[in-house]
């Protein structure tokens, strides 16, 4: 299902296996808060930014925002958030293994990873 499907006041919610590279709709939610972290490189992520969401501490979330593509090696990701740039992503297992791409995330919508990933690209 397209994330730009959604209806209003609704957001896309996928889950995205980074051992087999297949991403599941699992339907329309409410958006969530803003994610915000203090654990951040440079800046934190900012309203309306693309975010990367660790699993777990002392991990930093990071928020992209612009146009183009970015590419690094941001391990122990459990999700990625669409900001006010529509954004997408390209990821592979923790463990290593083949790469997979996300749908292109409309505004609030978001893919939960099943298990951390590394996320290797991140396009606005």
């Not at 290593?96 to 991140?122: E, K, R, W, Y």
Request: aromatic residues 10%; neutral net charge; charged residues 15%.
């Amino acid at each position: 299902m397209s994330s730009e499907s959604a209806p209003a006041g609704k957001v896309a919610h996928y889950q995205a296996d980074p051992e087999k590279g297949t991403i599941k709709f699992l339907g329309f939610v409410a958006p969530e808060p803003e994610i915000t972290s203090t654990i951040v490189q440079h800046n934190p992520p900012q309203s309306g930014d693309c975010v990367l969401s660790p699993w777990s501490t002392p991990y930093a979330a990071y928020g992209f925002r612009g146009a183009g593509t970015m590419s690094g090696s941001w391990s122990n990701r459990k999700r990625i958030t669409g900001g006010s740039e529509w954004c997408a992503g390209t990821y592979h297992a923790q463990s290593g293994g083949s790469s997979f791409n996300t749908p292109i995330l409309a505004t609030g919508s978001f893919v939960d990873f099943t298990s951390p990933a590394v996320v290797t690209q991140v396009r606005i």
